[in-house]
């Protein structure tokens, strides 16, 4: 898929609030960190299109961004990180699970997952509770430029077999890096064949 246009459209913490067009919609979740912003200005080829920092917890709010004027981007604040106040913890909470439970636009979730670390057990658990909720997804493994393709396939084999401990199949997945641009057509044509359907 080629991206034409990609532009920033509205910021908010309230899913009621969302864009009201029934565009098709794709959204980024994932631990504080892992590179969802990274990763859409590497997918859309806009460099500062999300806000991205070398501090977790740079993503606050739910972002959606128009693609070639017929389907939406969508950056989520990051789950998971230990130094966001409890309170501004429990708000992004509330809103990612309302977002997810209610946003009916959404075709599918992208949860991205940092390939160098072994599964843990709030993304885990966070899949558990999508499955749960009915909400398709699919998992990305992101900074694949940090290793060296034999331990991409060995962490992958690892996710696997944990996964497979709760889930009949292995969900589909992909490899990315914002920095080299690993998996970008890949991702792009999923959601093309997605938008078709
Ligand atoms: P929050 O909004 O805080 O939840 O973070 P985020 O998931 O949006 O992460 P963000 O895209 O802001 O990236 C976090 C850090 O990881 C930044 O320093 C990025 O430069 C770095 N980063 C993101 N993706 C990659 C990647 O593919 N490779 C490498 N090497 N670094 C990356
Ligand atoms: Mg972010």
Known sequence: MHIKSAE????????????????????????????KSSLINMLTARKSLAKTSGRPGKTQLINHFLINSNWHLVDLPGYGYARVSKNAKKTFQKFITEYFSQREQLVSAFVLVDIRH????????????LGENGVPFSIIFTKA??????????????????????????PN??????????????????IDTLNDN
Do not use: H
């Open 173 to 190: 997945y992909f490899i990315t890096s914002s920095s080299n641009e690993t998996g970008k057509d890949t991702v792009l044509e999923y």
């Open 8 to 35: 920033f459209v509205m910021s908010n913490s309230d899913v009621a609030k969302c864009p009201k067009a029934k565009l098709p919609e794709y959204a980024f979740i994932g631990r504080s960190n892992v590179g």
């Open 118 to 129: 072994e599964p843990q057990t709030i993304d885990l658990e966070f899949m558990q509770w």
């Open 145 to 170: 430029d940090k290793l060296k393709p034999k331990a991409i396939l060995r962490n992958i084999e690892a996710y696997k077999a944990v996964l497979l401990e709760t889930w009949e199949e292995m």
